[in-house]
């Protein structure tokens, strides 16, 4: 069944309540949000705005209403233009509301910390960005993130750990967590089990070419069963919400 029905609106407080977290989280909670072609393509010239349309758009924004934390890959971050998340980008209203800090940090992974310390999003941000990095990364890499302000994190050895990662965000109080992506963390994720809720829009574009899937890297064990929680459409774009089974 499709919701809204034809002719009805779906008010503010209804995608509240559909894409809010668990109450009482005793761990970190990863939902992940993608756009995706109605022929798997992830992106349009390698960037992943020209598939969503204003109904994408705004439950992407309420992921950034409701969460604690942006969990993002540093790739994604570089292609879309990333740089710290503003108070008027989100609903101070909603988030204080539910007892949230005004705006949430963001965390992007990077193995090697190939953020630069001038990057936006390190420089240019309300709160300290969040670098979820490895062992093997140059320390003097390191050093120059933690110098312009950024809280720099060891996450594993030679690369970052997805559990470690999620360690580090819990002993700073950040459960709610919100994957933009991109499809390397969402598939390092996928691999160690840790996805909570799948948010997926399917945008009514045959893109063709060879844009890459939502989701790739190592195999799981056994691939992992979901439920559909929730259908929505808008434009003929489907915004589905798939949780743990």
Same mark, same amino acid.
């Given at each position: ?116 310390? /001038?990057?936006? @999003? %390190?420089?240019?941000? =309300? ?9 093997? &990364? !140059? *320390? ?62 399917? /945008?009514?574009? @045959? %893109?063709?070419?060879? =844009? ?9 064990? &056994? !691939? *992992? ?21």
């Amino acid at each position: 069944m499709l919701w809204p029905p034809r002719g009805d609106g779906i008010t503010d407080a209804d995608l509240e309540r559909l894409y809010a977290y668990p109450d009482d989280l005793d761990r970190p909670f990863v939902q992940v949000n993608f756009v995706s072609s109605v022929d798997g393509a992830v992106s349009v010239d390698g960037r992943s705005g020209g598939l969503g349309n204003a109904a994408d758009k705004k439950v992407f924004a309420l992921g950034r209403d409701l969460c604690d934390v942006v969990l993002v890959g540093a790739g994604t971050a570089r292609a879309e233009g990333y740089r710290g998340v503003r108070a008027t980008e989100v609903r101070a209203e909603r988030r204080s509301r539910l007892g949230l800090s005004p705006v949430p940090p963001i965390a992007v992974v990077t193995a090697r910390c190939s953020i630069e310390p /001038s990057s936006p @999003l %390190v420089a240019d941000t =309300a709160v300290p960005t969040i670098v979820l990095t490895a062992g093997s &990364a !140059p *320390r003097e890499r390191r050093d120059a993130l933690a110098d312009a302000g950024a809280d720099v994190v060891v996450a594993g050895d030679g690369s970052v750990d997805p559990a470690a990662a999620l360690r580090a965000l819990d002993e700073r109080g950040l459960r709610r967590v919100d994957c933009e992506g991109g499809p390397g963390l969402f598939g390092s994720l996928i691999a160690a089990d840790l996805v909570d809720v799948l948010c997926v829009t399917f /945008s009514p574009l @045959l %893109v063709g070419g060879d =844009a890459g899937r939502i989701a790739h890297g190592p195999l799981p064990e &056994a !691939p *992992r069963s979901l439920e559909l929680a929730s259908v929505l459409h808008a434009d003929s774009a489907l915004l589905l919400r798939y949780r743990r089974a």
